[in-house]
């Protein structure tokens, strides 16, 4: 497991579909427990203080990865990928278990943070590896891969989730051990990628990272999350508005948007030649366009297509958000710039259930909330396309003043 530079080594299916599955842990601890929750409150009872705590239990990880992502990516560069991602693996386990034997709801928050500590270096070793590992149109169909795995894999973990907490509510927490697994294959098949060390073995100083640069895909990345977020939330409540409060019909229509941003991902690897400027716009254009269709009806066909659109929609925009975000970035620099825009998207994801009940109050109801959220993604639609275009101009003549330079 030494951080010691290593010879260049070529990676392969093997260890891209690892980091694949091993990004779907955070994922597992976003939904897993969304099922079990009414079977929560009825353990702790409904009291003020567990009211708050136990929805809380489900949010928190997300709230940590927002908050210490940007801190894994320091280490992620200063320390090495590898040994970090070994340590997030074994802290997964321990924390995620945790509630199978705690007694105390107070105490099963603070493991759920715990669990987030973790997350948060998962989700930035994995994807700063991806980037090392792979380069070019296969990095691109990687990245996309990514999204594809992490929106099926919520619906799997969704249907775990219920089955499991049918016999007991602690049942699903067992799934967490799950990590140990990972973490031996891991320790197998990963490699730390050379880079760290210098020809002496010490340590080269850090580069600076550019902060200016990477301002702008972070800020819209946190707009992002909050679209991409908005009809994974909101689809359930917005079907049962219209009638439908079967769980199997609102878990299909659910499952048909989740799949929808695994084709807008898969659809990334194969047009990510076309550049971010065209990627970028299209995909908060096809969200903005759904989520205002998804909000205004209130017929059932029409909601699901909303849902539909927008998911694509958003599928195609986290790996276009997470290339802008990386692009110019060097090696010594990839994990703090992958941090950084880790933190920023679930930054967007835990805001997005505030700011949509805070809308809902505004305008007086959800539809319009949703509605308002479609129309903030149209105008990042143009905005985008703007600056990005002028960017890509302004990039072009550069270069040809300086082929034409004496």
Request: aromatic content about 8%.
């Amino acid at each position: 497991m030494s951080d010691t530079l290593t010879p260049v080594r070529q990676a392969g299916r093997t260890q891209g579909f690892l980091l694949m599955f091993m990004s779907c842990l955070p994922v597992l601890g976003a939904v897993l427990l969304a099922p079990v929750l009414p079977r929560m409150q009825d353990h702790f009872g409904h009291s003020g203080a567990a009211t708050a705590l136990v929805p809380l239990s489900l949010t928190v990880p997300a709230l940590m990865i927002a908050l210490l992502a940007p801190f894994a990516g320091r280490i992620v560069d200063t320390f090495g990928r590898k040994r970090l991602l070994l340590t997030g693996l074994a802290v997964y386990t321990v924390f995620g278990t945790a509630p199978l034997w705690l007694d105390g709801l107070g105490a099963i928050v603070l493991s759920r943070a715990g669990v987030g500590v973790a997350e948060a270096a998962i989700m930035t070793c994995c994807t700063t590896l991806i980037s090392d590992y792979f380069s070019g149109t296969e990095r691109d169909r990687w990245l996309g891969m990514q999204t594809v795995f992490a929106a099926l894999s919520a619906t799997v973990f969704f249907a775990l989730g219920g089955a499991l907490g049918a016999q007991d509510w602690r049942t699903p927490f067992w799934l967490y051990a799950s990590s140990l697994l990972f973490l031996v294959l891991a320790a197998a098949l990963i490699w730390q990628p050379a880079g760290e060390t210098t020809s002496t073995g010490k340590r080269a100083p850090l580069p600076p990272l550019p902060v200016r640069t990477l301002a702008l895909p972070c800020a819209i990345t946190v707009v992002g999350g909050i679209v991409f977020y908005t009809p994974i939330v909101e689809l359930p409540y917005l079907l049962d508005a219209a009638g439908i409060t079967a769980v199997p019909a609102i878990g299909a229509f659910t499952a048909l948007a989740s799949l929808a941003t695994a084709g807008g991902a898969y659809a990334f690897g194969r047009v990510s030649g076309r550049g971010t400027a065209a990627l970028l716009p299209l995909a908060f254009g096809l969200a903005g366009i759904g989520l205002v269709v998804l909000g205004a009806t209130s017929v059932v066909p029409v909601i699901v297509l909303g849902a539909v659109i927008a998911s694509a929609g958003t599928g195609l925009m986290l790996p276009t958000l997470l290339v802008w975000a990386q692009s110019g970035l060097t090696f010594e620099q990839r994990g703090r710039g992958t941090g950084l825009w880790t933190a920023a998207l679930f930054l967007g994801e835990f805001v997005c259930p505030l700011l949509v009940v805070a809308f809902t109050g505004a305008l007086g109801g959800l539809g319009a909330a949703v509605v308002l959220v479609g129309a903030v993604a149209l105008l990042l639609a143009l905005l985008t396309r703007r600056v990005l275009t002028n960017a890509a101009e302004n990039g072009r003549r550069i270069a040809e003043e300086a082929t034409w330079a004496p």
